[in-house]
């Protein structure tokens, strides 16, 4: 019975606080993933917890390009889709519903220092957007963006550098459906130097089935880097870029998928990504070998041709 007692005690502390000091000294204190986690705790927290002014200031302070939030918002942009898009029914309402803009929010950080934060509607509705390879840039080609981050004296060390202390978001908006996702895998996938130009490229993905939302950051410069790039494109796992129009429905999956939780987004969106280009690597490696046995079959047959027009012109001369 005491041990019950105490039980009972410790679950109902809380309440014993003061509501204002709750609302003003705790809650205000935790980030959005351990609000949510307060929430279900007991009806009085969940009640506190709910307060969209809170739910806003948070969804401000994590992206800080976003200019309003709401508790829904922060479930959308902080849970990360599922790898077979199917909602609760096992279908999507209306995937060919056109929204006449999409909405991208982006904040790229280093070492938690916001170095580039911007908000793009791209118009969706335009025939040059429906049939035109996806591809949204935040960074305009004439410009870059000054960055802290420092070029170390071996490549492979920069490249070590970004990928542990470069982060992104890139939420995409439904202002219809206000519904959005984040693309992001937050930290890069993969960073490698592009031995052409010399810049390193720093990629984020988010795997959908068979295709992959790639989001390409470019770096450039000697000692001090700038960002020369940020562009989102959405690739098939043959190698091809899907059009705006196709891309559109992948998007919209996306945002009405099942989600899971965003606390193990890095590690298993690099997990799905090394999966992606396996398969991509296998497929082009299939593709390849049958190439390889048509052309085969492609020169025997011209050479059996061509020997039997040989035999057939010595059997003419020596008749």
Not at 282 to 301: A, G, N, P, W, Y
Request: glycine share 4%; net charge negative; charged share 30%.
């Amino acid at each position: 019975m005491a041990t019950s007692s105490s039980t009972v005690t410790d679950t109902d502390l809380i309440s014993t606080v003061h509501q204002d000091i709750i609302e003003s000294h705790i809650l205000t204190r935790l980030d959005g993933a351990t609000l949510a986690s307060v929430s279900c705790v007991s009806s009085h927290l969940h009640s506190l917890a709910s307060n969209e002014i809170l739910w806003s200031k948070i969804c401000r302070s994590t992206w800080p390009s976003c200019s309003d939030g709401s508790r829904s918002f922060f479930s959308d942009a902080y849970s990360m889709v599922e790898m077979e898009t199917t909602t609760a029914a096992g279908s999507f309402s209306d995937l060919d519903r056109l929204f006449p803009e999409l909405i991208s929010a982006v904040d790229l950080r280093y070492r938690g220092e916001l170095i580039l934060s911007r908000v793009v509607k791209t118009e969706t509705t335009t025939a040059w957007f429906q049939s035109s390879p996806l591809r949204i840039d935040l960074v305009d080609g004439k410009d870059t963006v000054a960055t802290p981050i420092k070029r170390r004296r071996r490549t492979e060390d920069t490249c070590c550098d970004l990928e542990k202390d470069l982060t992104l978001s890139w939420i995409v908006i439904d202002p219809i459906g206000k519904r959005a996702a984040n693309l992001s895998s937050h930290r890069p996938v993969s960073v490698q130097r592009n031995w052409i130009s010399g810049e390193v490229e720093a990629q984020f993905a988010t795997v959908v089935e068979t295709e992959e939302c790639v989001i390409t950051v470019v770096t450039c410069g000697e000692e001090e880097m700038h960002v020369r790039e940020v562009s989102l494109k959405v690739e098939k796992m043959e190698g091809t870029h899907l059009n705006g129009g196709d891309s559109l429905v992948i998007l919209r999956k996306v945002m009405e998928g099942k989600r899971v939780n965003g606390r193990h987004r890095e590690v298993e969106s690099k997990r799905r990504h090394e999966e992606f280009m396996e398969k991509k690597r296998e497929m082009k490696e299939k593709k390849m070998r049958v190439e390889s046995v048509f052309d085969i079959l492609t020169v025997s047959f011209g050479i059996l041709g061509f020997v039997s027009l040989v035999v057939f012109c010595l059997w003419r001369t020596s008749t």
